[in-house]
């Protein structure tokens, strides 16, 4: 089993930026991806961003393209995403995720494990 806590969400003006984390905990053996994932108020799930365990090989929502970068410590069993430029429209709980297969796509159902969410608010 792998648990994900989420960490570093907060309050931000539009146009700042902030910086996401994600440790996992326990066996990450049979961890191949990390990904981020946001639901704003009202909307489903989406997909922000994926990386390859051991690889580091990633992809991006054309959403967030030029904007977030997701990066991770292999040493430290963490995912990080960094945040720039951010709008108002970024509002919204942002999840970690891990998939036991090697997945740079938007499926949800890919990903086994999530962690609980941090929220993350943009003001204009």
């Known amino acids: 089993q792998v648990q994900l806590v989420e960490s570093g969400g907060g309050l931000v003006q539009a146009g700042g930026s902030l910086r996401l984390s994600c440790a996992a905990s326990r066996n990450t053996f049979n961890t191949y991806t990390l990904g981020w994932f946001r639901q704003a108020p009202g909307k489903e799930r989406e997909f922000l961003a994926a990386?390859?365990?051991?690889?580091?090989?990633?992809t991006y929502a054309d959403s967030v393209k030029g904007r977030f970068t997701i990066s991770r410590d292999n040493a430290k069993n963490t995912v990080n995403l960094q945040m720039n430029s951010l709008r108002p429209e970024d509002t919204a709980v942002y999840y970690c995720?891990?998939?036991?297969?090697?997945?740079?796509?938007?499926?949800?159902?890919?990903?086994?494990?999530w962690g609980q969410g941090t929220q993350v608010t943009v003001s204009s």
């Open positions: 995720a891990a998939s036991s297969r090697i997945y740079l796509g938007n499926r949800q159902d890919a990903y086994d494990y």
């Open positions: 990386i390859t365990w051991s690889g580091g090989v990633t």
